[in-house]
């Protein structure tokens, strides 16, 4: 459960109560992530954009001839939901896969939170976006569970204040968790305790302040996370 108020709240046990800070305040950061109850530094957040058709539809942009990719620091994970830090912040939730050994162990939800506008320019102007998108809380996860057997029976679900904002899953993905794996073997090592964030799906857009989000990863019509 994500909360959007003026003052942070603490995560606690497995569906972490977290807010959304209206302010320029910095927030509660943090470099880990818990999987099955355990803490866990990640090494690195490797994030995959333009990953769903209707997303890219809903941005008026076009499919990337290979598969975007790029990526957020460590330092980025907070447990407090920010709805501004210097322009409004967009939300973006997204399936996400924790690497051991070379394949994913464990599956969670996580929310990649943009500078949009900053990101635009960036766009235009030919540069990387790490500036949106790198920035100090411009990550969140829920608890990782055991990933199952089949990562194509996934599905995210995010709600905000009851209403089913965004809803989707390797199904609809252009790049599935397999070949995103493959993909990214080729030019980069994957280590144990990275992250990949899979993509959005459509309904993205700005964090309110005073709303309330909840988001769960579904195996099948199982919750197995949020």
Not at 64 to 72: A, I, P, Q, W
Not at 76 to 95: M, Q, V, W
Not at 180 to 202: C, N, R, V
Request: glycine fraction near 10%; proline fraction near 6%.
């Amino acid at each position: 459960l994500f909360y959007s108020n003026s003052s942070p709240l603490t995560v606690s046990g497995r569906h972490g109560t977290l807010t959304t800070e209206s302010g320029r305040d910095k927030g509660c950061f943090m470099t880990t992530v818990s999987f099955n109850g355990s803490p866990l530094p990640p090494n690195k957040i490797i994030c995959i954009g333009k990953n769903y058709s209707a997303n890219i539809e809903e941005m008026n942009s076009v499919p990337s001839e290979e598969m975007t990719v790029f990526m957020k620091p460590a330092t980025s994970i907070s447990k407090d939901l920010i709805a501004t830090r210097d322009e409004p912040i967009h939300f973006e939730g997204e399936i996400c896969l924790l690497i051991d050994q070379g394949r994913v162990a464990g599956v969670g939800f996580g929310l990649d939170l943009t500078k949009r506008q900053l990101q635009g320019k960036l766009k235009d102007a030919g540069l990387p976006w790490e500036r949106a998108k790198a920035f100090d809380g411009a990550a969140m996860f829920s608890e990782f569970v055991d990933a199952p057997d089949d990562l194509a029976n996934l599905t995210l679900e995010l709600f905000i204040d009851g209403e089913l904002r965004q809803r989707g899953g390797p199904r609809q993905m252009l790049y599935p968790p397999d070949v995103i794996l493959q993909a990214l073997k080729h030019f980069d090592t994957l280590e144990d305790d990275d992250i990949i964030m899979t993509g959005t799906p459509s309904g993205v857009g700005p964090v309110i302040a005073g709303s309330r989000f909840h988001a769960r990863i579904l195996d099948t019509e199982t919750e197995i996370t949020s």
